[in-house]
């Protein structure tokens, strides 16, 4: 089990940029995929973009292709999500998660294992 930790959120206006992090702990010794996800208030939680174990495989929503770059460093077991032109509607709770993998090039959409969330706001 993998304990996972976002951080960096905040308020940030219109067009502007942050940085999250989702630090992992506790048994990392397998290897994971991971995963950011955000829910915005009233509305579904949201997929938002996926990184293999290799972190050379990403995939993401279209609704953040091109401004949001998904990275991690398994030397630090974390993961970041860069957000770049931010607006209103990236408002939400963003959480990352883990799944097993075994390999290191697949990626996962289905998720077993959660952080608590770190709230982005983005203000006009």
């Known amino acids: 089990q993998v304990q996972l930790v976002e951080s960096g959120g905040g308020l940030v206006q219109t067009g502007g940029s942050l940085r999250l992090s989702c630090a992992a702990s506790?048994?990392?010794?397998?290897?994971?995929?991971l995963g950011w996800f955000r829910q915005a208030p009233g509305k579904e939680r949201e997929f938002v973009g996926t990184?293999?174990?290799?972190?050379?495989?990403?995939d993401y929503a279209d609704s953040v292709k091109g401004r949001f770059t998904i990275s991690r460093d398994n030397a630090k077991n974390t993961m970041y999500l860069q957000m770049n032109s931010l607006n209103p509607d990236d408002t939400a709770v963003y959480y990352c998660a883990s799944k097993p993998t075994q390999t290191d090039y697949e990626l996962v959409y289905e998720f077993d294992n959660w952080g608590q969330g770190t709230q982005v706001t983005v203000s006009s």
């Open positions: 990184i293999s174990w290799s972190g050379r495989r990403k």
């Open positions: 506790g048994r990392t010794s397998s290897m994971y995929a």
